[in-house]
């Protein structure tokens, strides 16, 4: 830890009514989000109730220390406590007027619901008398009493949170009561004692000597005892394993570590003059300017979030009876917190009595159709400038906007309605618990995921599962806010939905209508339906907001942006994105279907004739297709990579051929066809590679079999030579790939350039068709200069130099061991999926070399990575002309591209 870094910072007013401002909104690092902007909130005058933060930095120096304290710091801790009495005028504990305090997480980054929170800390059963002398509430005060010790029992303790929730069923049984708030003082002062009991009962001695008194494990009376096992709980929370999950999930980093913030509390649950809820300054669904968000009144936070009740929307809260001041003010805090962090912040506030507190904000998380929107707004507001409205859409979250939706025009029922909670369309089987999303996601078929409302714990199945259906909650539920987050499709609060988890079914209430696992459902996050049987999906158009934000981004961006594609319809698309031009055509496939079974007679048959006339088969149709493809992308570059994979991928597999020869033998079959199949097993088996990766593929195709390069060559320019008389602008380029020495491509630079001119005699027509190559092996990379020299442009394939550069197989590494080099960290992320340092530095490498070879190089990536934001940032700042990529990432590449141009006029160029 430096000097200048203190373990514990205090924010709130001091007992002078003065702010303390030891934080700020800056500090997230050393603070946590949580606790940088409640500091933040408090110095810009808004309520905030006093409290002090515990740095991440002593969570990382405890967990470090495995679970240790670092010397001191409880001292601290202690100090601060009694400033924060001294500044309350109350202390932890008292029998008169005690002081309680929440104890909460906070990252430096928002992992919402992710890790602990411990409510009504210092109550005991001297304190609880005090709390009812001060309130006059014997009801209130034995209410937060068993909620302390059943938060503290379950986040501390680890213990289940059933043993509780079952006593207080019991006690409602046994009273008649409908609900927990028709349970009396007296019913809630026996389920204390009950808790007690049951804390006793379950608590390990062994584990918890502290807890000993008399022999027996007690409920610890000693706040100080309570306070640091909360915060040690805290702690401990950051490697829970939901929190890891999420982590990874996020790409956040493990040793950041979470701060702790100890509050003093404020209550919801005061009666009808108070409330609680969570808030946003906007519509985090759609951007529109609103007062979006959930309330309740007499409750604590945790009832919100929940989904236990039913909430009401916060636009009503100033029309109630006792809140129409505090409902006022709220709405006054939106704004200041919106002008002072230049962003729709979520918040969380509690109304005690009538008073309002503000218990927490960030900038809050949004759908991309929001962030569009917002962004938009927030510049034509004048509030941020057009570069921030690009900084602040995250690439990733486009896809969202690219998602599925029900198609207009097919006919479906819905059975129930719901909450529009994360927009996007799923089908999938109903699957009742998280555990069954995943096998069945495993099993490689499509799930959504049913339940009466999900927790953290939830977590693995959300991510499996296609989309999230509850019957619980409302839109700012812990399903709603992770599903928004992670761009699945979410509907909640279907209250119609009757669920019953054991039996794996849920039914529709009114109707005989029964959902059963397995069954076929589709869910609208849009519009909140839900329909029983598959509907058909089918991707929006991009519009408006899209629109604008993608153009502000071209204006900046000098990266540009083309896309992967092979067919016509996908290079319309990617052209209707934005595409400007095809970064790669593989031609590979273009030769599935129908024309298999000519590639497989020119492979197969050593006759010269019958190869020449498959050959010539295969010129016609690629014709047809170079027609198709050029015609599509009229007037910008459309670059034809020469034939790529091992011949033998084309073929039938030997394994496949020896069962049926197997098969055939058994039932006696013909024998001459046997005999067939047998000799065309051997010629495939001959014709095998051990590694057909670094075998007969790439250019090495074209030097073993110059008749492809012509036939191809020959299509393009024929297709180009066609088109130009027709009086459109083709703008073919040749690819040569997986070159690793300057003569292949020298010898099949020159086998293009003759079929180019014959071509262009015949049809009697000037061609210009550059001829350029793949950089794809390390070797090509560090003699660049060698090869720039005969190339007219470089493609960097950054899936080969990867494979090639770690000497990992591409089509196997992600299924092996790379899963588990990243749970070790040992590699901290997927290099097939963003760029390695080690493989940029060869693309690197490359440009610079290539240009001593050809000043006039033209550079890109067509690897898979030119669709992945924090790649497309390294490609920037290497200085490539363009990024290519699957026509869905093109608007994400756009936005990336413009974002890297930002950044490093901004300053921010030289990370990666
Ligand atoms: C590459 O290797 O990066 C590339 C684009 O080619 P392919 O994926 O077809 O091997
Ligand atoms: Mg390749």
């Known amino acids: 830890m430096t000097e200048e870094v203190k373990r514990v910072y205090a924010f709130g007013k001091d007992a002078q009514g003065n702010n303390v401002t030891e934080g700020n909104t800056s500090m997230k690092a050393i603070l946590g989000g949580k606790g940088a902007n409640l500091a933040e909130m408090a110095n810009i005058g808004l309520p905030v109730p006093p409290g002090f933060t515990i740095t991440c930095q002593t969570c990382m120096e405890y967990a470090n220390a495995g679970n240790a304290w670092p010397e001191g710091a409880l001292g601290t801790i202690q100090e601060y406590r009694e400033d924060l009495e001294a500044r309350m005028g109350k202390k932890i504990g008292d029998a008169e007027d005690p002081l309680l305090v929440s104890v909460r997480s906070g990252a430096p ?12 800390l210092g109550l005991n059963d001297q304190s609880i008398n005090g709390l009812i002398k001060q309130t006059d509430n014997p009801r209130f005060a034995w209410d937060s009493y068993r909620r302390f010790i059943q938060m503290f029992s379950n986040v501390v303790m680890n213990l289940d949170g059933d043993l509780f929730e079952n006593a207080i069923t019991a006690m409602k049984h046994a009273r008649g009561a409908a609900s927990d708030t028709d349970l009396t003082a007296e019913d809630l002062q026996e389920l204390v004692a009950e808790f007690k009991q049951i804390f006793a009962e379950n608590v390990d001695a062994a584990a918890y000597p502290s807890l000993v008194v008399d022999g027996a494990v007690q409920f610890p009376q000693d706040p100080s005892v309570q306070l640091q096992l909360a915060i040690e709980a805290v702690f401990g929370s950051w490697n829970n394993p939901r929190a890891t999950l999420y982590r990874k999930q996020n790409k956040i ?54 989904g236990i009740r039913n909430t009401s929307p916060i636009a009503e809260l100033k029309d109630v009876d006792g809140l129409e001041e505090a409902g006022r003010e709220l709405e006054e805090v939106f704004v200041t917190l919106e002008n002072h962090f230049r ?103 499509k799930c959504v995921l049913v339940r009466w409302e999900t927790n953290p714990d939830d977590l693995a199945g959300m991510i499996a599962a296609e989309g999230i259906l509850t019957s619980h909650g409302g839109k700012t539920s812990h399903a709603a806010v992770i599903a928004r987050g992670m761009g699945a499709p979410c509907v909640c609060g279907v209250e119609a939905l009757r669920i019953d988890a054991e039996k794996k079914q849920a039914s529709v209430v009114g109707t005989d209508i029964v959902i ?55 290079a319309e698309l990617s052209r209707g994105f934005g595409a400007e031009g095809i970064g790669l055509c593989r031609t590979e496939h273009m030769f599935l279907g129908d024309r298999k079974q000519i590639i497989q007679t020119f492979i197969l048959n050593e006759d010269p004739a019958v190869r020449e006339k498959a050959v010539g088969e295969l010129l016609a149709a690629q014709t047809g297709d170079f027609l198709g493809m050029f015609r599509a992308m009229d007037g910008l570059p459309v670059i034809v990579r020469l034939l790529d994979p091992p011949l033998h991928e084309f073929l039938e597999s030997p394994r496949a051929l020896d069962v049926e020869i197997a098969k055939l033998e058994a039932a006696g079959g013909d024998k001459a066809l046997i005999a067939e199949k047998r000799m065309l097993m051997e010629q495939i088996d001959g014709m095998s590679e051990a590694n057909p990766m670094l075998g007969l593929r790439g250019c090495r195709l074209g030097i073993v079999y110059p008749i492809l390069p012509v036939m191809q060559v020959r299509a393009i320019a024929t297709a180009c030579a066609e088109l130009q008389k027709e009086g459109l602008n083709p703008k073919p380029e040749i690819m040569i790939p997986l070159v690793s020495v300057v003569a ?33 092996l390390p070797r090509a990379a560090v003699t660049a200069d060698e090869i720039g020299a005969v190339a007219d442009f470089f493609s960097f394939g950054t899936n080969d130099l990867t494979q090639t550069t770690f000497g990992f197989s591409r089509d196997d590494v992600e299924a092996e061991f790379v899963p588990q080099y990243l749970a070790e960290r040992l ?17 690197e490498m490359g440009v610079e070399l290539g240009h001593k070879g050809n000043p006039d190089l033209v550079c890109g990536v067509c690897g898979e990575h030119g669709g992945d934001p924090d790649s497309v940032k390294t490609f920037h700042t290497i200085g490539l002309d363009y990024v290519s990529c699957s026509p869905y990432r093109v608007p994400l590449a756009r936005l990336a591209a413009g974002q890297a141009a930002l950044a490093e006029k901004m300053g921010d160029g030289r990370d990666k």
Not at 109 to 120: A, E, F, K
Request: with cysteine; aromatic share 6%; proline share 4%.
């Open 109 to 120: 980054m928002s992992m919402p619901g992710m890790m602990d929170t411990v409510l009504n």
């Open 253 to 306: 980093a493990d040793d950041l570590g979470t701060a702790v913030n100890v509050q003093s509390m404020v209550f919801g649950n005061k009666g009808n003059t108070s409330a609680t809820g969570v808030a946003f300054t906007r519509n985090p669904a759609n951007g529109e300017k609103e007062f979006y968000g959930d309330y309740l009144v007499n409750a604590q936070g945790e009832d919100v979030v929940a």
């Open 343 to 445: 962003d729709m912040c979520d918040i969380e506030f509690t109304i005690e009595q009538g008073k309002l507190w503000m218990l927490q904000t960030r900038v809050g998380k949004r759908t991309a159709a929001a962030a569009l929107h917002i962004a938009i707004e927030m510049e034509k507001e004048g509030l941020i400038s057009k570069e921030e409205a690009v900084m602040r859409v995250d690439p990733e979250q486009l896809d969202q906007l690219l998602h599925p939706q029900f198609d207009k025009n097919a006919s479906y029922d819905v059975v129930a309605k719901g909450l529009n909670a994360s927009p996007g369309a799923a089908v999938g089987e109903a699957v009742f618990s998280a555990a069954d999303a995943v096998a069945v996601a495993e099993a490689g078929r």
């Open 516 to 570: 059963k696992e397995g069954d076929m459902i589709s869910i609208d996050g849009t519009t909140g339906s839900v329909v029983l049987g598959a509907v058909e999906l089918v991707l929006p158009e991009m519009t408006g907001d899209l629109d604008t934000i993608l153009e502000w981004a071209d204006e900046f961006r000098t990266l540009g942006v083309r896309a992967n594609a092979d067919n016509p319809e996908d």
């Open 744 to 776: 292949e491509l020298e010898k099949l630079r020159k086998v293009a350039e003759d079929t180019i001119a014959e071509v262009a005699a015949e049809q009697g027509v000037e061609l210009d068709i550059p001829v350029g190559t793949m950089i794809e």
């Open 827 to 843: 590699l901290p992320y997927n290099p097939f999926a963003t760029i390695d340092p080690g493989v940029a530095k060869l693309v």
